[in-house]
């Protein structure tokens, strides 16, 4: 990996005017549509071609600090994440010749703590994705399936849970506080942690639930889960209404195991930070490293495969914060020769966005 010096140019734009307070998360819908969160709680929807507010909703009471969107060739689902402990669903359509709207959310879920992390991912055999959640002061990565919208079932539903500390002794040993999917392999995701005072980064293979049958007793009037006797994840476990202690505890031991063998890289990014810190990662349009951001200027590149620091981008002030990060591949023209570049893209507290050409 080859970095050269970052790439120096003029502003084209800037809009002054996207939100009423300071931007946390942004994130693209339909390649035109701009989706932006702030800290008063507002989301707006932009249209970059006409330059134009679609619409907008404040429907989170304190931070929303992260966005993420799915879709489809007529509909798209939008979460929305809060620091009121909320998860605020969207379904809009995305037909062409309209523009969409936010309309009223399709649910609203409480957590016991606040999100840090979402992401949609895929789920085989549904025409609907998961929805994949990290939350403060938990190990864990959660999976919940998306409302059916038909009948009563406006709510989401717990599928199961992958702990990423599945040894550990310690109550809390971290947070996952950044998730990125694999852009090569769907079944891979990163996370990146609240430790201090470095950075770790886990290289984690996803054990998305299988679907769950469901039946609903007439007694109760509420549904239960229908699970294998020999439980896949932690949440299978817990739903196991069998048995002896013996059995219970290897059952937990197996569960354990498979959350240990799904762990593919776990090491320390060198990166400094603090309690206070907003971890973010961006993968290599390959799939064979990570840029991490860090609180001292300094973006670090780790290979994938084994978790070495491989590359340090140093064009930020010294010591301040990396905030945003971004990579992928960029065409551009030269001459007659259209290229495909790969960039990163990086902001921090020093006040600069640069651009690094990665040879």
Known sequence: MVVP???????????????DSPILDTTVLDRKYLLVSSMSGRIRLYDC???????ERKDHT???????????????????????????????????????????????????SNPEAI??????????????LTRRDSTYLYYYALPTLTGNEREFCLLGKQNLAPHSNAWVAFTPAAVALCPTDPSIVAVSTSTVPHMKLIIVRLLVPPHINSVTTAATGRSEHMTEIIPHSTQELQDIHVTTQAFQARAALVVQDR?????????STLAPQTQYSTPTLAWRPDGSGLWVNSDDGIIRGIEASTGKLVASLEGHEPGSKIR???????????????????????GGFDQKL?????Q
Not at 259 to 267: F, M, N, T, Y
């Open 259 to 267: 959350e240990s063998a799904a762990i593919l890289v776990q090491c």
């Open 5 to 19: 010096d970052p790439k120096a140019f003029e502003v084209f734009r800037s809009y002054p005017d996207l939100q």
């Open 354 to 358: 640069i651009v690094w050409r990665i």
């Open 62 to 112: 304190k931070y929303v600090v992260k966005v993420a969107s799915w879709q489809d060739s007529t509909t798209a689902y939008i979460a929305t994440a809060g620091w009121d402990s909320k998860i605020v669903l969207y379904r809009m359509s995305v037909s062409e010749g309209l523009n969409p709207r936010f309309g009223e959310p399709v649910t609203v879920m409480n957590l016991p």
């Open 49 to 55: 071609r006409s330059e134009s507010l679609l619409d």
């Open 119 to 132: 992401l949609f991912i895929e789920h085989a055999g549904s025409p609907r994705p998961l929805l994949l």
């Open 324 to 346: 945003c990060l971004w990579a992928g591949r960029v065409r551009i023209t030269e001459g007659d020769i259209q290229i495909d570049e790969e960039w990163v893209v990086s």
